[in-house]
């Protein structure tokens, strides 16, 4: 079956880092492209970053410079580095499987529950 979860969600000041981490079961994540979206209470869901098979990321225009998106194919993981952290930042962070390098939501194929991170003095 599978899954997506996410980990590494938490408390953090303002510009402080977390990272969060996505692992799979029941495939491979490298074979896929996958991204981390995120929503805010009250607002819809965005999508902030996604890497391809080829290890490309992209970012979008928000987090530019301020988040890194990487893969460990050892661990099978996609991880999201969040270094400078604002309160605007804080939102249900996914990660998605994608049926195509995107950060709109259309492109999800599956979800993982999601891991929220609060980013307040």
């Known amino acids: 079956q599978l899954q997506l979860v996410e980990s590494g969600g938490g408390l953090v000041q303002p510009g402080g880092s977390l990272r969060l981490s996505c692992t799979a079961s029941?495939?491979?994540?490298?074979?896929?492209?996958i991204g981390w979206f995120r929503q805010a209470p009250g607002k819809e869901r965005e999508g902030v970053s996604w890497?391809?098979?080829?290890?490309?990321?992209h970012y979008a225009d928000s987090v530019k410079g301020r988040f890194t998106i990487s893969r460990d194919k050892t661990k099978n993981t996609v991880d999201l580095q969040m270094d400078s952290l604002k309160p605007e930042d804080t939102a249900v962070y996914y990660c998605?499987?994608?049926?195509?390098?995107?950060?709109?939501?259309?492109?999800?194929?599956?979800w993982g529950q999601g891991t929220q991170v609060t980013v307040s003095s």
């Open positions: 890497i391809n098979s080829g290890e490309i990321p």
């Open positions: 998605a499987k994608l049926l195509f390098g995107s950060l709109n939501s259309r492109s999800v194929d599956s």
């Open positions: 029941g495939f491979t994540l490298d074979s896929y492209s």
